[in-house]
């Protein structure tokens, strides 16, 4: 009887222990769990803000294409155009 009762003392301190030792992991998940998602939230910003930023390379990049291309519209036409000198009337110097 003696043996019995022992035994079961004996495995109610197992499951004590195992009872904390699942605690602490649980614990421990939890934290690694919340470490993941703050990982995942700063990722995600990152990116955001890595796509907005490369949007407004491809912005700047179109903006110096379109003013390249107005900067030769106006050479070409300043090319047709008369010189100033030639505008210019015989009585003026």
Same mark, same amino acid.
């Given at each position: 009887?003696?043996?019995?009762?022992?035994?079961?003392?004996? +495995?109610?301190?197992?499951? #004590? %222990?195992?009872?904390? +030792? *699942?605690?602490?992991?649980?614990?421990?998940?939890? !934290?690694?769990? +919340?470490?993941?998602? %703050?990982? $995942?939230?700063? *990722?995600?910003?990152?990116?955001?803000?890595?796509?907005?930023?490369?949007?407004?390379?491809?912005? &700047? /990049?179109? *903006? +110096?294409? /379109?003013? $390249? $291309?107005?900067? !030769? @519209?106006?050479?070409?036409? /300043? @090319?047709?155009?008369? #010189?100033?000198?030639? %505008?210019?009337?015989? %009585? /003026? &110097?």
């Amino acid at each position: 009887m003696w043996e019995k009762v022992f035994e079961i003392f004996k +495995r109610f301190f197992t499951i #004590s %222990d195992e009872l904390k +030792r *699942l605690q602490a992991d649980s614990k421990l998940h939890g !934290e690694q769990i +919340r470490e993941l998602i %703050d990982n $995942q939230t700063r *990722l995600y910003y990152e990116f955001q803000l890595q796509k907005e930023r490369n949007a407004h390379e491809r912005e &700047k /990049e179109t *903006l +110096r294409l /379109e003013n $390249q $291309q107005l900067r !030769e @519209r106006l050479e070409r036409l /300043e @090319r047709l155009l008369p #010189s100033a000198t030639t %505008d210019k009337k015989p %009585d /003026e &110097k």
